[in-house]
């Protein structure tokens, strides 16, 4: 992994500057405001307006491995020109997603699959320690302690996912044995026909992403942390002294800069040598009332679709979107997570939806995230490219990140090296003065 060299000191005025004020950028802010460092954060739009807000807010730690899963891909992208597919790619972006694309499935892989699992496991293993920290240094996050409910429509499907979740997670302890429709509906009433067998995970949490970000924005503010927001960045400039930002409310040289832009953070790495393969995938939720409220989450597997219980109605959220146009609001896809998702409810009335939303969500094709220092330019740092683990990930992301700001070693960051992101050809080069990467041979 890139280490870095402090072979200077840092002027005190000079702050590090997070670019984009989504979940992740705002807990490095925090991690570093907490250890006395000058912040300041540039966010394009309004803090959280990315893929932060409307996405499910679940934090099953137990959980987590990168999305090219052994046979998943390849099913995703033999269907992902149907236009009902849950892996959907827009005409107008298929010339531009095929090495993407192709790289995925290349990853979708066995023995990948298992690497990525325990590179994540061992990312998120403190992960209810740090959502406790960030509430004991004052920021107003309440984690939910919430059941997982499984549903399938049909017992064998339910068994084969059983069996996948006890071969490749730990989580023998948690898993419930397999329930039929009866069983199910007494659980939560609200279930439909086509909820006929599953299964309960217990042990998992929940967050209300919208409210949270707004809580780590506040205490910032308050720690006198200043967010720009409406401040789009157009360039990072490193020096041999320092890292000049520009961007639409003015320059900002800084000790440090830390790209945490998520979808858009592939936009500010070209001149630094990096073709960072991180791609927007449009991901869309909704709000629905039940005439029954629900009081677990959710897991609609073979719909690819999640409902949580949140402010008193329940979230749908699911699909996956790549489009050349971030911004576009695809409607259809809306549509097609209704069908997906109505048969497993009852007495709910789908015209009256709430809160439609759609975000990108920062993909990648190995399904891993890019934490590091940027190869050759050692105050220049990444953490993005989290998929769909994003608000789960982002407080441990965080803290581990400033640790390796810091100058320590960080084993846990390797397997998410920048480094392993491809070089673009004629790159500006390093600055004079600027120490290009030191490497270190992992164990």
């Not at 990072?236 to 000049?244: G, I, T």
């Not at 989290?386 to 990140?401: D, K, Q, R």
Request: hydrophobic share 40%.
């Amino acid at each position: 992994m890139t280490t870095v060299n402090r072979s200077t000191r840092e002027a005190a005025s000079r702050p590090t500057v997070v670019i984009g004020g989504g979940v992740l950028g705002l807990c490095v802010a925090w991690e570093l405001a907490h250890r006395g460092h000058p912040v300041v954060v540039l966010e394009r739009d309004r803090v959280g307006s990315g893929a932060s807000r409307g996405n499910a807010g679940e934090i099953c730690s137990s959980i987590v491995g990168p999305l090219p899963a052994p046979g998943i891909v390849g099913t995703a992208l033999k269907n992902m020109y149907r236009k009902d597919s849950a892996l959907y790619v827009h005409p107008t972006a298929a010339l531009t997603m095929g090495t993407f694309l192709l790289r995925m499935a290349a990853n979708a892989t066995a023995g990948r699959f298992r690497t990525g699992v325990r590179a994540l496991a061992r990312l998120g293993a403190d992960t209810y320690e740090r959502f406790a920290a960030l509430s004991d240094g004052g920021v107003g996050v309440e984690l939910t302690k919430r059941e997982y409910l499984y549903l399938f429509p049909s017992r064998e499907r339910a068994e084969r996912k059983r069996a996948f979740l006890r071969e490749h997670y730990p989580v023998e302890r948690d898993l419930g044995e397999i329930l039929d429709g009866p069983e199910l509906r007494a659980l939560e009433p609200c279930l439909g026909e086509r909820a006929r067998s599953g299964f309960v995970l217990s042990g998992q949490g929940q967050v209300d992403p919208s409210a949270f970000v707004d809580a780590l924005a506040d205490a910032l503010r308050a720690d006198g942390v200043v967010i720009h927001e409406g401040a789009r960045v157009t360039r990072v400039v490193p020096s041999s002294q320092d890292v000049r930002v520009e961007s639409t409310v003015g320059g900002f040289a800084a000790a440090r800069v830390v790209i945490a832009a998520g979808a858009g953070s592939a936009d500010l790495t070209g001149d630094l040598g990096l073709d960072l393969p991180v791609r927007p995938g449009k991901g869309y939720s909704f709000g629905i009332a039940p005439a029954a409220p629900l009081t677990r989450v959710l897991k609609l597997e073979e719909a690819h679709v999640g409902a949580v219980p949140l402010n008193g109605g329940v979230r749908i959220a699911g699909t996956m979107e790549f489009d050349a146009r971030d911004d576009r609001f695809n409607r259809r896809r809306i549509r097609e997570v209704v069908n997906a998702a109505a048969p497993y409810f009852t007495g709910v009335d789908w015209a009256r939806r709430t809160a439609e939303w759609m975000g990108p969500r920062p993909m990648t094709p190995d399904g891993l995230p890019f934490i590091g220092a940027a190869p050759g330019w050692p105050r220049i740092f990444l953490a993005t490219g989290h998929n769909m683990l994003g608000v789960m990930m982002a407080p441990s992301t965080a803290h581990l990140l400033v640790r390796l700001i810091e100058g320590r070693d960080v084993p846990e960051l390797r397997p998410f090296d920048p480094a392993r992101a491809p070089r673009r050809r004629g790159a500006r080069p390093a600055a004079p003065g600027v120490p290009g990467p030191s490497r270190r041979r992992g164990k």
